[in-house]
T-cell receptor, first 112, second 114 residues
Framework: DTAVSQTPKYLVTQMGNDKSIKCEQN?????MYWYKQDSKKFLKIMFS???????INETVPNRFSPKSPDKAHLNLHINSLELGDSAVYFC???????????FGPGTRLTVT | AQSVTQLGSHVSVSEGALVLLRCNYS??????LFWYVQYPNQGLQLLLK??????LVKGINGFEAEFKKSETSFHLTKPSAHMSDAAEYFC????????????FGKGTKLSVKP
C-alpha cells in the first residue's frame, strides 16, 4: 500500500486555467503539507494542516488554496495558472509537525 | 529560528570511495535532525533521523550520521559509494515539540563515477 499518494503525477495545462492536485495518506498522521520544488531542487513549504486546521500558510499567492476534507486528505487548488507555477509539487505527512515527514511521489505541473 | 546549511551543492566521488555530505544547523533548543534522499523523478525518502540518545545514527542503504552538538553538525557518511547512491540529499532540522517544523537545506547532489 502506498503511504502517501498524489494524483495526477503529471499535469500539463495552459496559462489561466484552474487545476487541482489531490493527496491522500494512509499512515494515520495528523499533519499534512504541500511543498513546491523548483528546477534547482529547492524545497519550499507552502501549507501545513494539523488535524484539518491550517497551521502554516507561507507567502504564496492567494491563487493557491488548500483544502482538507479530513485528516487523511489534503488537496491543492490553483486558480489562474501562471508560467512561474511550473514546478514539482509534493504532498507530505507526519505524526506531528516536528517529526519526520513522509513524502508522496510528486506532481509535475507544466504551465504552457 | 532554526536553519540548515548544506556545504557543497554538488559532490562527486568515485565508486567505492567514502561519501561525506556536510550539514550544519542552527537551533535555539535541542534539535531533531534528518537526512532525506531524492532519486530522480521521485519523492523524498527518509534516510535516517536523530531525536535523542545515541549521537551516531544508522540509516538505510549503509548511511550513517553523527550529531555533534559542539560543532552544530550532522554530517552524512557512507564508507563505500555505489553507483545507485547518485541522488539529491537533503538535511533537515526541527526544534521538536508540538510546534516545531522541519526546515530543509538546499540539497546536495551526489554524483558517483565508475
Amino acid at each position: 500500500d502506498t503511504a502517501v499518494s498524489q494524483t495526477p503525477k503529471y499535469l500539463v495545462t495552459q496559462m489561466g486555467n484552474d487545476k487541482s492536485i489531490k493527496c491522500e495518506q494512509n499512515l494515520g498522521h495528523d499533519t499534512m503539507y504541500w511543498y513546491k520544488q523548483d528546477s534547482k531542487k529547492f524545497l519550499k513549504i507552502m501549507f501545513s494542516y494539523n488535524n484539518k486546521e491550517l497551521i502554516i500558510n507561507e507567502t504564496v499567492p492567494n491563487r493557491f488554496s488548500p483544502k482538507s476534507p479530513d485528516k487523511a486528505h489534503l488537496n491543492l487548488h490553483i486558480n489562474s495558472l501562471e508560467l512561474g507555477d511550473s514546478a514539482v509539487y509534493f504532498c507530505a505527512s507526519s505524526q506531528s509537525p516536528a517529526y519526520e515527514q513522509y513524502f508522496g511521489p510528486g506532481t509535475r505541473l507544466t504551465v504552457t | 529560528a532554526q536553519s540548515v546549511t548544506q556545504l557543497g551543492s554538488h559532490v562527486s566521488v568515485s565508486e567505492g570511495a567514502l561519501v561525506l555530505l556536510r550539514c550544519n544547523y542552527s537551533s535555539s533548543v535541542p534539535p531533531y535532525l534528518f537526512w532525506y534522499v531524492q532519486y530522480p523523478n521521485q519523492g523524498l525518502q527518509l534516510l535516517l533521523k536523530y531525536t535523542t540518545g545515541a549521537t551516531l545514527v544508522k540509516g538505510i542503504n549503509g548511511f550513517e550520521a553523527e550529531f555533534k552538538k559542539s560543532e552544530t553538525s550532522f554530517h552524512l557518511t557512507k564508507p563505500s559509494a555505489h553507483m545507485s547512491d547518485a541522488a539529491e540529499y537533503f538535511c533537515a532540522v526541527s526544534e521538536g515539540g508540538s510546534q516545531g517544523n522541519l526546515i530543509f537545506g538546499k540539497g546536495t547532489k551526489l554524483s558517483v563515477k565508475p
